[in-house]
């Protein structure tokens, strides 16, 4: 006899333990769509940065705004990545990730930013500009977006009272 207990069909057909994932599994969708939001957000911003630089007379800016722009990509696009992984890692793995990518995403911006500094065809005032429209935009989003999605605490609760009475005392 297996310790799990045996589960029957409810009564609609479906498995009682996809009833019992189904919160979560809302959780993750939500975290899913508020991080594309964001991207969505972020990128329609910084086009319309590239469609002002475009109508200057300096190429500079056109430049510095297309810079800026995959900065702010370098900076959503691993937070969209890590809510689609993030079924898939257990806590300490997802909060590794995180900081990883958090570290990987500055490092990278500063970077680019150091690279360009004294490069004349591409204006650092641009860049910031999209970095500032699209990435903050974007960070921003989800952040508001993801504390409305608060995901559940899935917590079992004990079989038998006596071990909950136990475990407190």
């Given amino acids: 006899m297996s310790p799990q207990p045996e589960t029957a069909p409810t009564p609609e057909g479906g498995d009682?333990?996809?009833?019992a994932r189904s919160p979560q599994l809302a959780g993750d969708l939500a975290m899913q769509r508020a991080?594309?939001?964001?991207?969505?957000?972020?990128?329609?911003?910084?086009?319309?940065?590239?469609?002002?630089?475009?109508?200057?007379?300096?190429?500079?800016?056109?430049?510095?705004?297309?810079?800026?722009?995959?900065?702010?990509?370098?900076?959503?696009?691993?937070?969209?990545?890590?809510?689609?992984l993030g079924r898939r890692l257990t806590p300490v793995s997802m909060a590794a990730t995180v900081l990883g990518s958090w570290a990987g995403k500055m490092l990278i911006v500063i970077l680019v930013l150091l690279a360009v500094r004294g490069v004349d065809g591409v204006s650092t005032r641009w860049i910031g500009l999209a970095l500032l429209v699209g990435a903050v935009s974007a960070v921003l989003v989800e952040g508001l977006l993801f504390a409305r999605a608060r995901r559940p605490l899935d917590v079992q609760p004990a079989d038998d009272p006596a071990e909950d009475v136990d475990a407190q005392g």
């Avoid at 009682?16 to 009833?19: A, E, M």
């Avoid at 109508?55 to 696009?77: F, H, N």
């Fill in 16 to 19: 009682p333990s996809r009833r």
């Fill in 35 to 84: 991080a594309l939001i964001a991207l969505a957000v972020g990128l329609v911003l910084d086009a319309v940065v590239i469609g002002v630089a475009a109508s200057r007379d300096e190429s500079a800016a056109l430049m510095g705004a297309l810079v800026g722009t995959g900065l702010t990509l370098v900076i959503v696009l691993p937070t969209v990545a890590i809510t689609f």
